[in-house]
């Protein structure tokens, strides 16, 4: 189903064959990883999701290119007793292409959830952590953690809890350390959207009306 509020493109090689995950009303689901690369070479390990129904119509070769179209999602999960927030790019079409294996483009429309965190990196960095709340069908909503650098990260912690934003950028993959009781450190995965531009609505205005925030440095970033 379409969503206005939430579109991703993307193109990658899947890392293994999808295994069965889950079925919802007899129907199956699969997960897997797509793996995406960046400009520079990175790549992006992203978490997938696939109706049944597209693993049964199409052949997913591991060594080809695929183009992968659907929305950003997310759900919780219970890992170590802990709830954790996972997300998933839910695939709606899936096919083999020889387009630009380093696409990937999300769209997205929704309210800040929780006031932005606005820090510096050990470099002198500026980055804006941001929670986006995205509706969906069946009065649901998708929690997608965001990201904003440099200017735009300025421009971002001016944002209150329940403004409407609208975000483009990509679903990228980053590792990292947590501290555990015990004194020892794991490495986790997250997950989140890193923002090429942001829209803000006016909210003095009688209709919607968005103001529009490019920073340029953050069209080549790729950190």
Same mark, same amino acid.
């Given at each position: 189903?379409?969503?206005?509020?939430?579109?991703?493109?993307?193109?990658?090689?899947? @890392?293994?064959?999808?295994?069965?995950?889950?079925?919802?009303?007899?129907?199956?689901?699969?997960?897997?990883?797509?793996?995406?690369?960046?400009?520079?070479?990175?790549?992006?390990?992203?978490?997938?999701?696939?109706?049944?129904?597209?693993?049964?119509?199409?052949?997913?070769?591991?060594?080809?290119?695929?183009?992968?179209?659907?929305?950003?999602?997310?759900?919780?999960?219970?890992?170590?007793?802990?709830?954790?927030?996972?997300?998933?790019?839910?695939?709606?079409?899936?096919?083999?292409?020889?387009?630009?294996?380093?696409?990937?483009?999300? @769209?997205?429309?929704?309210?800040?959830?929780?006031?932005?965190?606005?820090?510096?990196?050990?470099?002198?960095?500026?980055?804006?952590?941001?929670?986006?709340?995205?509706?969906?069908?069946?009065?649901?909503?998708?929690?997608?953690?965001?990201?904003?650098?440099?200017?735009?990260?300025?421009?971002?912690?001016?944002?209150?809890?329940?403004?409407?934003?609208?975000?483009?950028?990509?679903?990228?993959?980053?590792?990292?350390?947590?501290?555990?009781?015990?004194?020892?450190?794991?490495?986790?995965?997250?997950?989140?959207?890193?923002?090429?531009?942001?829209?803000?609505?006016?909210?003095?205005?009688?209709?919607?009306?968005?103001?529009?925030?490019?920073?340029? @440095?953050?069209?080549?970033?790729?950190?």
């Amino acid at each position: 189903m379409e969503n206005p509020n939430n579109h991703m493109i993307a193109c990658g090689r899947l @890392e293994d064959t999808p295994v069965l995950s889950h079925e919802v009303m007899n129907e199956p689901f699969y997960t897997g990883t797509l793996i995406v690369k960046r400009l520079s070479g990175t790549v992006d390990r992203l978490p997938i999701t696939l109706p049944g129904k597209l693993i049964s119509d199409t052949h997913l070769p591991l060594d080809s290119l695929l183009l992968v179209s659907g929305q950003v999602r997310s759900y919780n999960k219970v890992i170590d007793g802990a709830g954790r927030l996972m997300v998933t790019l839910f695939v709606q079409s899936i096919s083999v292409t020889n387009d630009n294996e380093t696409m990937n483009r999300v @769209e997205l429309t929704g309210a800040l959830c929780k006031p932005p965190i606005y820090r510096s990196t050990p470099f002198g960095r500026e980055i804006c952590d941001m929670m986006v709340a995205v509706n969906r069908a069946f009065g649901k909503s998708d929690y997608i953690p965001c990201i904003a650098w440099g200017r735009n990260a300025q421009y971002a912690s001016r944002f209150e809890v329940g403004d409407r934003i609208r975000i483009t950028g990509r679903l990228q993959s980053r590792e990292y350390q947590k501290l555990l009781e015990s004194g020892e450190y794991i490495t986790r995965n997250a997950f989140e959207v890193s923002a090429f531009t942001l829209d803000a609505e006016d909210k003095h205005t009688p209709e919607a009306v968005f103001e529009t925030f490019t920073a340029e @440095e953050t069209l080549h970033d790729d950190k």
